[in-house]
């Protein structure tokens, strides 16, 4: 009697370990990828950084994805030097990375306020500047309401950076060095820019590139591959299943026939016994995956000393996958009982029955 109950707990228990593992790693892959970008595009800025001579107008085929930037390092806010940006708040968004999971106001936000005109500093470093009416900048006092930010784009590590309009720089009539920030593949970029008086360039994707990200990468793909293997067993521990009730199932469709149910009808209450127990195992897997993703989120964090920390990346598409795979299997299974059931003979199965 306890056969059927406890091979079924077992199929949902066996589905929910592939789940989980394909989950968790996908999860753990993703974030420590997403985490590692942030933190290189935020340190640079954005993709490709190039530092100038002079101040030259953006190339046509990088005007939509860049901006020009003028960097000035002799600026005090609250007692503290920081480096100031100008940047102009009509371009600077589509050029400067920025993540929607970073914490404290948007990009968009900040950049919008001085579009307005709002006499703002955006400072990022230096809490307790914060509300500072009054900022030096190369020994003089310009008015502006210091606003404090967990994160600027282009901010380094220990230096506080302060973003202000790039019309407050041009009024104070400072030397400053211009940069060219552009958004895109850094090899399709570098050609665009050949004529231009460049002096020096950064790349995002050079800050983070020490091999720590290729061990995990090899360590949760591993996981997949056995996912993979045991959803395999999953399947055959399915027919297995269905194949240890066909005796009965035949004696109970022979009945249900004579009682004018359709074969659809059946099929259909066989999908709901399959799919109901891979889809108890789905969703024990996806809360099983949640819970080890809740508990060891912050050591997805490679370099803890640098914002953004950890962002995490829900591996949404594997979920949706992992759903459509266990509906076909379900259709699958279903659609061969099914079969196996409609070829028997009503007269052996009813001289058959015990």
């Known amino acids: 009697m306890l056969a059927g109950p406890v091979a079924a707990a077992v199929l949902a228990g066996a589905t929910a370990v592939p789940v989980a593992l394909a989950v968790y790693g996908a999860s753990v892959t993703g974030s420590v990828d997403r985490t590692l970008h942030a933190e290189g595009q ?18 046509p085929g990088l005007a939509d994805r860049a ?7 002799n600026a005090r806010v609250g007692g503290s030097t920081v480096e100031v940006l100008g940047v102009d708040p009509a371009t600077f968004g589509r050029a400067a990375f920025w993540d929607p999971a970073l914490p404290g106001p948007s990009l968009d936000d900040l950049l919008g306020r001085l579009a307005r005109g709002e006499p ?41 950076l302060l973003l202000v309009r790039q019309d407050v720089l041009d009024g104070l009539g400072l030397v400053t060095r211009p940069q060219l920030w552009v958004r895109g593949d850094p090899d399709e970029i570098r050609p665009q820019v050949s004529g231009l008086p460049v002096r020096t360039y950064a790349e995002a994707s050079t800050v983070t590139a020490a091999g720590v990200y290729s061990p995990i990468t090899y360590t949760f793909g591993f996981l997949a591959a056995v996912s993979l293997l045991c959803g395999a067993i999953i399947v055959v521990g399915l027919l297995l299943y269905l194949t240890a009730k066909a005796r009965a199932r035949r004696s109970a469709y022979v009945l249900l026939r004579r009682m004018s149910v359709t074969p659809a009808d059946h099929w259909r209450a066989l999908c709901f016994e399959v799919g109901g127990l891979l889809l108890a195992g789905f969703v024990t897997g996806l809360v099983l995956a949640a819970v080890a993703v809740g508990l060891t989120a912050r050591a997805y964090d490679v370099n803890p000393a640098t914002l953004p920390g950890t962002l995490l990346s829900p591996p949404w598409g594997l979920v949706a996958g992992l759903a459509a795979a266990a509906a076909v299997t379900t259709a699958l299974a279903a659609g061969a009982a099914q079969r196996a059931v409609s070829r028997a003979c009503p007269a052996e199965v009813l001289r058959d029955s015990r």
């Open 42 to 59: 935020l340190i640079v800025g954005t993709d490709v950084v190039f530092s100038l001579e002079s101040r030259v107008p953006v190339p």
């Open 120 to 160: 703002i500093a955006a400072l990022a470093g230096l809490n307790r500047a914060d509300g500072t009416s009054t900022v030096d900048i190369g020994g003089r006092g310009v008015p502006l309401t210091v606003v404090a930010v967990p994160q600027l784009p282009g901010k380094k590590s220990g230096n506080p």
């Open 67 to 73: 901006s020009l930037v003028s960097a000035y390092g």
